[in-house]
């Protein structure tokens, strides 16, 4: 029996904060929230909505300071090195309507290109195209999906060493989603790159992501590789005797129960063996310990703290 | 070759590329010595995350399902369809429907019986010919 991991093995880190906190008023954002981004991963920062997620991110780039705690991108202090960080970054914000709303698309890019030594004025073309980007459109009267993909231009096309993606699938049509993955595939294929996405459409990116790091009220509820998430976490259907008591041992390790007659299902952090041996010594019977669903194991790890510390099931 | 993964699938998605690799090798829409996708390609196809495939494709080398030549992609592996590729498809499909099996509070004889008065029932029937059909 183990506690979710919320610090990685990790050697060589892109992105690390430490023991981060941010208050608004009486609203505590972050707390003692340490992310571990390894470079050249593609990491899910997840969480409802108002867990902290873009206050993390914008700490990042010096947009939010944190009231203690450190953050280091590439290894600067993104208070002292603010400006060499975000020349590095490629940002998406989860609100894309700021400012610039009386530029036309094309020429925003063009400004923003000008920021940028790197920037690969071919790529960029070729991504205005994928993206159907209106280049004559003013900014400000584009929906929310259209100014995603000015923005999601604007973050790829010089090819920075870390992206930082808010909600990037926010606001986008089922088919300009799929295209727009198929774009990130093909950019990490093309180009070393760490990606920071943070969201709470987890099914949506999915398929691109090797670490999950799951916030919720400000809390980085727990951290690790998308591997060892999947080979950690079960789904166990028990069946039990009348009036069963659960199994006291596992206390803290049931993330989910649900019960329906003499079966009970329940969701466990834990070595598979173990558990069922341990549940079967409470005389349940296991009747299945199946993998988790990535989607299922996020609402179970969200979940942590509120289920987890009732003794028995009910 | 069609290569499909489900997120939803609680299979990783390296171990799905894999299966279907091997599916291909074995009902034979995949021939000894023909080039798989390159990695970017399948990253793009399939949506996911180039590493991801680069780790199939290792993990298919690693079992002699496939080879790398250098500067022109991996290749799947001339000796690679025989009956061991048949019997671990094999292994895995029953290992699935026992699973499913237990899970229903069925034994292993009650789903092999299952299966045999399917088959004489000729429920399974259609499926069957059509894969026949592939085999040859």
Known sequence: ?314 | MLISVDPGDPRPIYVQIVDEVRRAMVVGTLAPDAPLPSVRQLAVDLRVNPNTVSQAYRELEREGLAYVRRGQGTFVAATSVNGTERRALAAAVAARALRDAYRNGLSARELIDAIEAAESTGTAATLRDGAEETEQ
């Open chain 1, 1 to 314: 029996m183990s506690a979710l991991p919320s610090r990685l093995q990790a050697g060589d880190l892109t992105v690390a904060t430490q023991d981060l906190t941010k208050r608004f008023g009486d609203q505590t954002a972050l707390s003692d929230v340490s992310l571990q981004v390894p470079t050249g991963a593609v990491y899910l920062l997840v969480g409802p909505n108002g867990a902290g997620k873009s206050t993390a991110l914008k700490t990042l780039l010096d947009l939010v300071r944190a009231d203690s705690g450190r953050a280091e991108v590439f290894g600067l202090d993104t208070r002292s090195d603010g400006a060499r960080v975000r020349a590095n970054v490629g940002y998406v914000p989860e609100r894309p309507d700021w400012g610039y709303g009386w530029m036309r698309v094309g020429r925003l890019l063009e400004h923003h290109a000008r920021y940028f030594p790197a920037w690969d004025t071919a790529y960029a073309t070729k991504l205005a195209r994928i993206f159907d980007l209106k280049l004559n459109r003013k900014m400000g009267v584009l929906s929310k999906g259209q100014a995603r993909r000015v923005h999601l231009t604007m973050a790829l096309a010089h090819r920075p060493p870390l992206l930082l993606l808010d909600e990037p699938t926010d606001g986008l049509d089922p088919l300009m989603r799929d295209e727009t993955l198929g774009v990130l595939a093909d950019h990490l294929s093309e180009t070393p790159t760490t990606v920071l996405i943070s969201t709470h459409h987890v099914e949506e990116v999915e398929r691109l992501a090797d670490h999950i790091g799951v916030l919720r009220e400000g809390t980085l509820r727990a951290q690790m590789t998308i591997d060892a998430l999947r080979a950690g976490l079960r789904r166990y259907r028990i069946e039990v005797p009348e009036g069963w008591q659960g199994v006291a041992s596992l206390n803290g390790t049931v993330l989910r129960r649900a019960t329906g007659g003499r079966e009970v299902q329940w969701i466990v952090w834990g070595d598979e063996r173990d558990v069922a041996r341990r549940i079967t010594d409470a005389n349940g019977i296991v009747r299945e310990a199946a993998p988790v669903s990535l989607i299922d194991a996020t609402l179970a790890l969200l979940g942590t703290g509120q289920t987890a510390t009732a003794a028995t099931n009910s």
